[in-house]
């Protein structure tokens, strides 16, 4: 009996030890420095702008952007416009961190960002809306029409672009530290904004 006791007080030890190797485990790897570059890429790719603020520390970094997205526009092609546009360039973000070196609170990651050039983008969307207006379909139709016809057009021309424009890899090293809440923020720099618009290869 005594024994069989024992059995199950070491069983039950045992079960405690490991819920506690696997909740340090997993304490360890949130407070990897690197894990706020996946958490804002991540942030982007949702869309979740203040999220991706608070991980840059930067209140209204992304503040015109949530207005094109958000808010209120003149007309239904602008706003469809901007959407698109908007979910392509940040929705199709991605990120691969490589060296991290670290020190107490502060550490550098490098990382090499793979996006599609915003200006390449806004140039074939362009191209493709002034193919549409010089189409003969588009010329024989009224205005109405021919308003309804670029609105279902702007999403399409968007889902062809992949194919046509060529995505961009910028490596960067990013500067993070560690707030005071304990988690790691990163220090934004016109190097990482550019990567993000595919302003750079490497």
Known sequence: MIL??????????????????????????SSLPEKAVKMLFSSLNALDFE??????????AYEEVRKAYTGEHDTYLSRISDVSFIEFIYGSLSV??????SSGDKASITCTISAYPAS??????????????????????????RYAMLCRTVPQIYADL?????RTETTVTLSVY??????????PDRALFDAIAGGGGN
Not at 4 to 29: D, E, P, Q, Y
Not at 179 to 187: E, Y
């Open 162 to 166: 992949p194919g046509k424009i060529a």
């Open 120 to 145: 390449k983008v806004t140039e074939e969307v362009s191209r493709a809306l002034q193919k549409v207006k010089s189409s003969e379909a588009y010329e024989a139709a009224g205005e109405g029409e």
């Open 4 to 29: 069989l006791k024992r059995n199950r007080t070491i069983r039950h030890i045992a079960f405690l030890m490991t819920i506690v190797l696997v909740m340090g485990l997993s304490s360890c790897a």
């Open 51 to 60: 999220k991706a603020e608070d991980i840059l520390n930067s209140p209204g």
């Open 178 to 187: 560690r707030a005071k809440d304990g988690s790691w923020k990163i220090n």
């Open 96 to 101: 691969k961190t490589g060296k991290v070196e």
